[in-house]
């Protein structure tokens, strides 16, 4: 069983950020970057199910610039087997991403995608389904629950009415969310072996021209000051008045 994991290296989720003064993208000055904090999440699930068999094999993949291969190396030091980095300065946009990932996907022959269902910075949820669909793979996505079987993966999937249970063929494409696990601490034992696993590096395989384009980064407007009413009937009048009832 091959599990391959893609991580991808955001800003600190934690971090504040600010647009820069002609609106072209983020200040990064200054700025700590970590792995996807799903994507974390993917890399733990992936270790616990080669915890449980020993025969799993697990693969994390990045996309960008060398900078990358720090994240690549924190998932290897969570328990990761060996890591690609697919070598680019181009910012790619999901379509990009997916496709992408299927000529590695193409390469590397895995059993199972299990990826974060979306990055902290774009929070676009969107990579994952166009890659099953560009591989023609069934997909789970939401998954707070995954167990592998036979040929098989069962994912109960967090929705708006409750949670579902499905069981897909593998190979197969599963996101994971929030609930799934909590990822562990990583330990220097597991920092010190990262640094004599492999870690692969290949070109991009198409080099694609972005489908979408952000035009413009800017700050949310500043939130207008709040107002204390003495009685039910004042709200109720204040609402109003505003037009929000």
Known sequence: MKILVPVKRVVDPYAKVRALPDGSGIDTTGVRFDVNPFDEIAVEEAVRMRERDPSVEIVVVS???PECEEQLRKALA??????????????L???????????????????????GK?????????????LAAKLGWPQATFASKIELGAGKVTVTRETDDGEEVLELELPAVVTADLRLNDPRYVALPGIIKARSKPLEKRAVSVGQSPKTRTKLYSAPPARAAGRKVASVDELYAALKEKGAI
């Open 63 to 65: 996309i960008g610039g």
């Open 78 to 91: 969570i328990g990761a087997d060996s890591a690609i980095l697919v070598e680019t300065t181009q910012v």
């Open 93 to 115: 946009d999901s379509l990009g991403v997916a496709v992408e990932l299927a000529a590695v996907v193409e390469a590397t022959r895995p059993d199972l995608v299990l990826m």
């Open 118 to 130: 979306q990055a902290s910075d774009d929070d676009c949820n969107q990579a994952a389904q166009m």
